[in-house]
């Protein structure tokens, strides 16, 4: 499955005929082969009255990529970083809790993109790289351009105890780790894609 957030609304593209969720409050398209989805995202973002579009497909993969064919993408990694303790770091950044990422840049792989952009990002050094959680999708616009960004999640894990230097020229307000049930509280005003990287963690 794909999920592309549009701030805290989505379009996901499934396979035909798994989707089980009949909730009335979503709205549901069987994609013909024969059918050109590149303008889908540009008519969803304008129908603010419908809050998520499942699009179902024989060839979920094709589909997707025929979604985001024209809109530009830009690919990021970023970090779910636990401490000794087992704490999460959220950071508050743009009015909801995030979590460290930045721009794959030249000759990067993604391993070394997710701990470049957090060490700049919360200052912190003795990071260890754990294994992938999930890719999340999401859109903005930059300039004249509309853009799905792709970030890739890893594991992290924070080996010495080490204060946080938050990047505040990147918006970063305040950092805060998390216990279970601190977690479960902010998570509440964290962006989505942020909520899925921690239910992909299970």
Known sequence: MYKVY???????VVPAGTWEDLSSDIVYYAAQPSDDLSQL?????????IDSLVVEAGDPDAAFAQLISALKVEVAAGGLIRN?????????RRR?????????EAGETLEQCALREVQEE????????????????????NKSNFV?????????????????????EEDIVKAAWCGPWRLKRLLKSAWPSVRDVFAAEQ
């Open 96 to 104: 909801a809790w995030d979590m460290p990422k930045g721009h794959q």
């Open 84 to 92: 000794r303790r087992g704490r999460a770091l959220l950071f508050w």
């Open 6 to 12: 549009f701030g805290d609304r989505s379009i996901c």
């Open 41 to 49: 995202p540009f008519w969803f973002e304008k129908a603010d009255d």
């Open 148 to 168: 799905l960004k792709e970030s890739h999640w890893f594991a992290m894990t924070l080996e010495k105890e080490e204060s946080v230097k938050v990047q505040t």
């Open 122 to 141: 919360t200052g912190l050094v003795s990071l260890k790289l754990g294994a992938p959680i999930c890719t999340t999708y999401h859109t903005y616009h």
